[in-house]
């Protein structure tokens, strides 16, 4: 292309960084406790197992699709709220108290992260429900 181009990928990431700096800015990260339950029927467990959509060569040298799991969807919701789009980074998770198989159910349990967060824990439960899929739900977070 021409020297007048632009990279609207690069021009994208810039803004989303000047955002997250922008709201996180002065904002102690804190560490939350949540209480989460789930329909896993859609889900490969609750483990991350990498960036979702991913393809990788399987040991057999068949291109294996990286499924979806209750872990990367709540870490990417997370995320949303610091600006963040797309797969976690690795350096970011979410310690959880168990873990489950593919298609399983869960109800109260227990994970925890870290977030720059400076609203009610109530606003803070509304806000990552509100970028999870419908199957997957926040039902109590406190501050630890």
């Not at 990928?9 to 709201?23: I, P, S």
Request: aromatic share 4%; proline share 6%; charged share 25%.
């Amino acid at each position: 292309g021409g020297g007048g181009d632009v990279d609207v990928r690069m021009v994208e990431e810039e803004y989303l960084e000047g955002r997250k700096k922008a709201r996180c800015e002065g904002i102690p990260r804190i560490r939350i406790r949540c209480l989460v339950e789930y329909d896993g029927t859609n889900y490969s467990g609750f483990q991350s197992q990498g960036p979702k959509g991913e393809q990788l060569i399987g040991h057999t040298g068949i291109p294996v699709t990286i499924p979806a799991t209750v872990q990367g969807e709540i870490e990417e919701a997370i995320l949303k709220l610091e600006g963040h789009v797309g797969p976690p980074p690795r350096e970011f998770r979410v310690l959880c108290a168990g873990r489950t198989d593919k298609g399983t159910h869960a109800s109260g349990q227990v994970i925890s992260f870290d977030l720059a967060w400076r609203h009610s824990p109530e606003k803070l439960t509304k806000a990552i429900n509100h970028h999870l899929p419908l199957d997957i739900a926040i039902r109590d977070a406190r501050v630890v």
